[in-house]
């Protein structure tokens, strides 16, 4: 026989069921959230330990790499130095010692273009190393006929990297919106700091008119180096175009346009013609 429940009993019932829910229904949120957040936080750092070491080994590799190349190098091999040095390179390792010592060895085995390629590529990275311009130099120095010379304002940009353009353009910044805070925060000092407000204004327009332009030269102006004993510029983009001119190892042009497997380039004396692509290196402005 069933007990009639008063209206209190039940009332009393029914909340005690309705706690009892609300305490499972949390429950089963907080342990979650507990062993989610501590094995994903192991997880971060042991990937982190993981990718520091494999950034280890990936240079000591390279390093090995390197070494051996030179060694082969000092040993008059410079076939294999220069695909041992060619093969850093497809690994995605780049410095300016690996671009010289690889113009170095192009050098060697005769191949005046390539060497300028290489070297021209380590100058971009230093731009003020005096032996890799000195032998740059003397590889153009052994170029026959007329050659595209980058102008001397392009020279200029191209004393610093874009890395450089850009930390000194930052750099400038700073200080300028440094000082400008300062002459609100102090407002006595403002006739006493004018002078300087106004150069480092004037410095900070400069600076990013520079990185501005020397952007512009390095995506928008490349350059492309012969890298065959001798190559014959067409008039066309097509094998069956009439010759244009001849144009042999070494010699660095001015790119116009692409188009497919072909490159229009113009020399120093303003000769214009289309390329096979695969004759050239083309390489980005100064």
Not at 210 to 228: D, I, K, M, Q, R
């Amino acid at each position: 026989m069933k007990t009639c429940l008063s209206f209190r009993q039940i009332e009393k019932r029914r909340k005690t069921a309705a706690v009892q829910d609300t305490t499972a229904f949390a429950g089963a949120f907080v342990p979650r959230e507990a062993s989610w957040t501590a094995p994903a936080l192991w997880r971060f750092w042991i990937l982190a330990f993981m990718l520091v070491c494999a950034g280890n080994l990936l240079a000591a590799d390279v390093g090995a790499d390197f070494n051996t190349a030179n060694k082969l190098y000092a040993e008059g091999k410079f076939a294999a130095a220069a695909g041992a040095y060619e093969k850093i390179l497809q690994s995605g390792a780049v410095s300016p010692a690996l671009w010289f010592n690889y113009g170095n060895t192009e050098f060697k085995l005769g191949q005046r273009g390539r060497a300028i390629a290489a070297y021209r590529r380590a100058e971009l990275l230093a731009p003020r190393d005096t032996e890799v311009r000195a032998n740059l130099n003397f590889v153009r120095n052994q170029v026959e006929g007329p050659v595209w010379r980058a102008s001397r304002w392009e020279e200029w940009l191209g004393a610093l990297t874009l890395n450089e353009w850009a930390m000194l353009a930052a750099g400038v910044f700073w200080l300028t919106f440094t000082l400008l805070a300062v002459r609100q925060v102090r407002p006595a000092w403002r006739l006493r700091l004018r002078s300087l407000t106004f150069s480092l204004v004037l410095l900070t327009i400069l600076s990013c008119a520079g990185l501005s332009a020397a952007t512009a030269v390095h995506f928008s102006n490349p350059t492309a180096v012969v890298v065959e004993p001798e190559a014959t510029a067409r008039s066309g983009p097509f094998a069956d175009a009439q010759e244009a001119f001849q144009i042999r190892d070494g010699a660095e042009l001015a790119v116009l346009n692409r188009r497919n497997d072909w490159v229009q380039v113009a020399d120093g004396s303003g000769r214009i013609g289309w390329l096979p692509a695969k004759q050239v290196e083309v390489l980005p402005g100064a």
